[in-house]
């Protein structure tokens, strides 16, 4: 169990970094393989690496009302088939509590190129 929450966003960022490519959930029309449920996301490239760090309460809805970074992909033409999505699911406790601030945590940390700058903490 991470002591802090900077402990558990590096825990998280470490898991969803070291997914491999071909074990990350594949893209779909229906988006029919995201899970249902709550977690930090990152939409991962096969050689570019993450793109983009977010949180979703329900993954699958999250991209069935289109997402920011497909949009981008599509505008930067890179192939559908060259993108995937790591998923780390949190329990109720950790989505309600910590959610946001692990997904700023991350974000800060890697810096990916589709998400929005977020300015750092004090």
Not at 24 to 43: N, Q, W
Not at 47 to 63: M, S, V
């Amino acid at each position: 169990m991470p002591e802090s929450i900077q402990q558990e966003a590096q825990a998280i960022l470490d898991t969803l970094a070291s997914i491999p490519f071909e074990d990350c959930i594949a893209l779909t029309k229906e988006f029919r393989e995201l899970p249902m449920s709550a977690g930090i996301y990152a939409v991962k490239h096969r050689t570019l690496g993450i793109l983009y760090i977010g949180k979703a309460r329900t993954l699958r809805d999250r991209f069935r009302g289109g997402h920011k970074a497909l949009l981008w992909a599509f505008i930067e033409e890179l192939k559908a088939t060259d993108i995937r999505i790591a998923f780390y699911q949190l329990d109720f406790t950790q989505w309600v509590r910590l959610s946001s601030e692990l997904e700023s945590l991350i974000i800060q940390a890697i810096n990916p190129p589709y998400n929005v700058k977020i300015p750092a903490r004090d």
